[in-house]
T-cell receptor, first 113, second 114 residues
Framework: KAGVTQTPRYLIKTRGQQVTLSCSPI?????VSWYQQTPGQGLQFLFE???????NKGNFPGRFSGRQFSNSRSEMNVSTLELGDSALYLC????????????FGNGTRLTVT | SQELEQSPQSLIVQEGKNLTINCTSS?????LYWYKQKYGEGLIFLMM?????EEKSHEKITAKLDEKKQQSSLHITASQPSHAGIYLC??????????????FGEGTQLTVNP
């Protein structure tokens, strides 16, 4: 079974721009979660989607948004990029929304200059 | 305050030595997950523990959840350089603010010297 696929792997953007990251979950997984990882803050939860509905959202500004499609693929968007948005963005999928492990992709490394 | 405390923050051991990493919570853990991460890459799922006193092993790695379900340990026997990386514990339903699927500890950086 193919794992979680995130594209692109690396991205360099300028302050003020917007960016869209993509995630394809493991086949059969309907839940997709997004995390931001930085050296100072560790892994911070962004949001979780299940069957195209956002179930939970972390404490991030409205510039961070996401969506999930009918095939469970997910995208996250960050508008008006700030230097502090530079991070590794990780997507994870799971079969259900609880009591099942998250399986992570290799992430998208976003650098904002 | 951190909801999941991991200790130690970093660990340097000689190849062949045993080691233990701890994950402690002030709340009952209903699902505890251990992951390993190589720098700049995704997290690799190792083990999931749910029942008090549960113990699971995979190759040379053993994870335990205590009877009170507030502490978990990860033990590596006869460490190898391939064990090097960041080990993170994650728990279900910990966050009262974001409803995060999993809340993670800050991680333990393991270095294994040949």
């Amino acid at each position: 079974k193919a794992g979680v696929t995130q594209t692109p792997r690396y991205l360099i953007k300028t302050r003020g721009q917007q960016v869209t990251l993509s995630c394809s979950p493991i086949s059969g997984h309907r839940s997709v979660s997004w995390y931001q990882q930085t050296p100072g803050q560790g892994l911070q939860f962004l949001f979780e989607y299940f069957s195209e509905t956002q179930r939970n959202k972390g404490n991030f500004p409205g510039r961070f948004s996401g969506r999930q499609f009918s095939n469970s693929r997910s995208e996250m968007n960050v508008s008006t990029l700030e230097l502090g948005d530079s991070a590794l963005y990780l997507c994870a999928s799971s079969f259900t929304t609880g009591n099942s492990p998250l399986h992570f992709g290799n992430g998208t490394r976003l650098t904002v200059t | 305050s951190q909801e999941l405390e991991q200790s130690p923050q970093s660990l340097i051991v000689q190849e062949g030595k045993n080691l233990t990493i701890n994950c402690t919570s002030s709340k009952t853990l209903y699902g505890l997950y251990w992951y390993k991460q190589k720098y700049g890459e995704g997290l690799i799922f190792l083990m999931m523990l749910q029942k008090g006193g549960e113990e699971k092993s995979h190759e040379k790695i053993t994870a335990k959840l205590d009877e009170k379900k507030q502490q978990s340990s990860l033990h590596i026997t006869a460490s190898q350089p391939s064990h090097a990386g960041i080990y993170l514990c994650g728990a279900d339903g910990m966050s009262q603010t974001s409803g995060s699927r999993l809340t993670f500890g800050e991680g333990t950086q393991l270095t294994v010297n040949p």
